[in-house]
């Protein structure tokens, strides 16, 4: 189960795995989130951290998640949704090095295919469908011309 959390109450993870953070996927992120809302809950864990008077600094870590934290954070909300677990650090290691492991992409026909779908089926223009992922109209217009690519061709993308 997922609540809203308070931005500033969440840090990142000194350990997470993922060291490179591309600002323009960042950017591209928080446009989607702007348009789409957050489609994925981040995963939070107690900090457990206290200061000499007992006091927490902060009140999570993040496990999985710190994309859509950094969009949230571009877009100036102030809270973000997150599942609060349970966790050890030596369990969140595991689980943040898991969750970015098992993320298996789509592949570009697949993409160009769903691209194509939306269009159709809600009837809008690639500029609108761009707009709603995210991303410019010029990326859009390259995936669907992967769909005019010979089928011996396409077979392997």
Avoid: C
């Avoid at 098992?102 to 295919?113: D, G, I, N, V």
Wanted: net charge neutral; no cysteine; charged share 30%.
């Amino acid at each position: 189960m997922s609540e809203d959390i308070p931005l500033k109450n969440i840090a990142p993870d000194p350990e997470q795995p993922r060291k490179d953070f591309d600002e323009t996927k960042i950017e591209e992120l928080a446009q989607s989130m702007a348009q789409q809302g957050q489609a994925v809950p981040i995963t939070v864990r107690p900090a457990n951290k206290r200061l000499a008077g007992g006091d927490r600094t902060e009140d999570y870590v993040i496990v999985a998640g710190e994309r859509r934290w950094r969009a949230a954070q571009h877009l100036g909300w102030d809270r973000i949704r997150a599942e609060v677990r349970e966790a050890s650090v030596e369990e969140s290691r595991w689980l943040a090095l898991i969750e970015n492991l098992q993320r298996e992409a789509l592949s570009p026909m697949e993409e160009a295919r769903a691209l194509r779908r939306l269009l159709h089926q809600d009837d809008i223009t690639q500029t609108e469908l761009a707009k709603r992922i995210g991303k410019d109209q010029s990326y859009v217009s390259q995936k669907l011309r992967l769909l005019r690519v010979p089928p011996p061709v396409s077979f392997w993308t």
